[in-house]
């Protein structure tokens, strides 16, 4: 097999004509008063982000791997589209693409776009394989372009971050730390599953994530398949080649040259990708004005939630979690809720924090140091980090997290927080924890995804507050629950699993802590 990365000529295209003010262009987010309750916090975030109302019972939580593969396989028997982004399709889902196969073979009109990104998904290919075995990601993919032709497109996003020399030192093992196309939407017409999962069978199993479900969303899902179009715009395209060759192509239709050549190549890329999302974004706030109005006007009684799409994508300047969403958040854990009706006098919030990697910004451990709030982390275990009994030198990473985990830790006991701020650590016999709390998506909150990756997530603010079921343990259903239950449901679940006495620092040795310091970035 010949692999491409380019396989014709490139045409340069003119620089949209508002271009030379994006040099040193960054966002600057609309201030506001400070939010003293929820209402003041979706008012201040509506008028800095696109903003989404949806009756309540439109939005289902899942809780276990294996309902998210049945629900994907639900939301694929569509007829007009389905759009798909994340990391990489596992190169072993033969029965996915076999079903999307059969939904694109049943209805004629079904067109199907597929964002994956170009690092990961090309990772295997030159390793050395049995005649027609599938080898990578990629060639699975291709199954589905050769068969449907123009009704497929597979797009695979290359970061901006390695490129000339650089990217022909980096061994294929490595290259993954520089960044990443991590979004993970899953839509058909007007439903959607928003989650932190990938589409291979860990994620189908014995790998807990965060899955949730959200129907009948014509605003919400426009949004979002607009987003795996501009995205795919700056891609590479998976064509179908001749044989079993694989071949992938950077179209002459693309606003770009690749980021991959040259240093002025990857700056030039990145300014245009910067124009693209801030457009993207600033059309969408002012189209979503008229959305809201007319879901007031259908829904007027209707318990609703408002929903905050927010990009983080920050070698685009794009940065709409590091520098709004989560500052604001942490803020509002750290006042009372007594100016709420529902809410007793001097009550507080609790900020229910998790992710598969502990790496935090440290912008964020300082604002949670800082904090009055309560906050509960819950982290994996290294026996639940999806790299524990890896080959090589990823073998060390778990304990890479649990280093980093120690010195918050410790940053914790020296600010006297140790009842306010809580590490618990997941860990279930023989899964793995990629899940991740606060808002749903794809970030993980930790410098990788803050200076990286791209990273889509949901922000979600129900309009009456969560009320504890008061037997938690008996309301395993969520068909029928109200979503606030259903949310709490879930923290329950994920909590299910972690030991309230495990607060003690992991052993690390010291090759582990120099390791961890050199490749702390890219965690």
């Known amino acids: 097999m010949r692999f491409k990365p380019t396989s014709r000529p490139v045409l340069r295209v003119p620089q949209p004509t508002n271009l030379r003010r994006l040099n ?16 003041g916090l979706v008012n201040h975030l509506s008028s800095n982000l696109p903003y989404f109302r949806s009756p309540q019972d439109s939005i289902k939580v899942l809780n276990e791997p294996a309902q998210f593969y049945h629900e994907i396989l639900n939301l694929i028997n569509t007829k007009k589209r389905i759009f798909i982004a994340s990391l990489y399709v596992g190169k072993e889902e033969i029965n996915l693409i076999e079903a999307l196969g059969k939904a694109l073979e049943t209805n004629p009109d079904l067109k199907l776009t597929i964002l994956v990104d170009y690092l990961r998904t090309t990772r295997e290919h030159n390793k050395p394989r049995v005649q027609g075995e599938i080898c990578c990601s990629a060639s699975l993919l291709r199954l589905l372009k050769t068969r449907f032709g123009s009704r497929v497109e597979i797009r695979l996003f290359h970061t901006s971050e390695l490129y000339g020399t650089l990217k022909k030192l980096v061994p294929r093992r490595f290259d993954e730390g520089f960044g990443l196309q991590h979004m993970k939407i899953y839509g058909s017409d007007n439903d959607i599953i928003m989650s932190g999962a990938n589409l291979s069978t860990d994620y189908f199993t014995n790998r ?15 949004y979002l398949s607009e ?16 044989g079993e060759e694989l071949e992938i192509i ?50 007027p009684r209707i318990p609703s939630v408002s929903i905050f799409p927010t990009l983080q994508m920050s070698p685009f300047k794009i940065h709409h979690e590091t520098h709004l969403m989560i ?11 007594s100016s709420h009706n529902h809410s007793p006098p001097k009550s507080k919030i609790v900020l229910n924090w998790t992710s598969g990697y502990f790496s935090l910004l440290r912008e964020y451990k300082k604002s949670m140091l800082e904090s009055n709030g309560l906050v509960q982390i819950i982290t994996a275990s290294p026996q639940a980090n999806g790299f524990y009994n890896s080959k090589g030198v990823s073998k060390y990473i778990p304990l890479a997290y649990s280093y980093l985990e120690n010195l918050f830790r410790t940053e914790i006991r020296k ?30 909150y930790g410098r990788r995804s803050a200076e990286r990756d791209l990273e889509c997530n949901l922000f ?20 029928d629950c109200p979503l606030s239950i259903q949310l709490v449901n879930e923290l329950h679940h994920l909590k299910s699993h972690v030991s309230n006495n495990d607060q003690s620092h992991q052993h690390v040795g010291i090759f582990v802590k120099l390791f961890t310091r050199l490749i702390r970035t890219m965690l």
């Open 24 to 39: 040193h262009h960054c966002t600057e987010y609309r201030s506001s008063a400070e939010p003293r309750d929820i209402d």
């Open 208 to 222: 807990q994530d965060r899955y949730v479900m959200l129907t009948d969303q014509e605003g919400l899902s426009e």
């Open 227 to 242: 987003l795996i179009e501009i995205t795919s715009s700056i891609s590479y395209r998976l064509i179908e080649g001749k």
């Open 250 to 299: 950077w179209p002459d239709s693309n606003p770009c040259q690749p980021p991959i050549s040259s240093r002025s190549a990857s700056q030039q890329f990145k300014k245009i990708a910067n124009l693209l999302y801030t457009e993207f974004t600033d059309r969408w706030r002012a189209k979503s004005l008229s959305l809201i109005g007319d879901h007031n006007h259908l829904h």
């Open 327 to 337: 500052p604001q958040l942490i803020n509002f854990v750290n006042r009372p809720l």
């Open 415 to 444: 600010s006297n927080k140790e009842d306010q701020i809580l590490i618990r650590r997941w860990n279930r016999n023989g899964w793995t924890y990629h899940a991740k709390v606060n808002s749903i998506g794809s970030s993980n």
């Open 460 to 479: 979600i603010v129900l309009d009456d507050p969560p009320t504890l079921p008061s037997h938690p343990e008996r309301s395993n259903k969520t068909d």
